[in-house]
Nanobody, 125 residues
């Protein structure tokens, strides 16, 4: 298991924004694909965004395209997910994973390096 630590969640009013972070140790984020997932209570896990380590290409699920943005800071070995125009339906535990590559739908694929524990984002109206 490769340590990935998420941070930055919290309470956000509907329509607002928040940025969550995924910091890696033991490997470089630009050597692997990093994907953000979320899981709401009682719902299936959903892959929402992925950034390729090889060329920085980004991929998003349709549910978040145009509202969320994934980016990496290689110097900090961290991948961020900016969440904008939030609604209560975005309330979930957000966590990151590392693997070989991204799929076009915003998931990671290939050999899995590991997952983080997640950070909770709660959107209230």
């Amino acid at each position: 298991e490769v340590p990935l630590v998420e941070s930055g969640g919290g309470l956000v009013q509907a329509g607002g924004s928040v940025r969550v972070s995924c910091t890696a140790s033991g490997f470089r984020v630009d050597d692997h694909a990093i994907g953000w997932y979320r899981q709401a209570p009682g719902k299936a896990r959903e892959g929402i965004a992925c950034i390729s380590g090889s060329d920085g290409s980004t991929y998003y699920a349709e549910s978040v395209k145009g509202r969320f943005a994934i980016a990496s800071d290689v110097a900090k070995n961290t991948v961020y997910l900016q969440l904008n125009r939030l609604t209560p339906e975005d309330t979930a535990n957000y966590y990151c994973g590392a693997a070989e590559d991204c799929s076009a739908s915003g998931r990671i694929k290939g050999s899995l390096l590991g997952w983080g524990q997640g950070t909770l984002v709660t959107v209230f109206s």
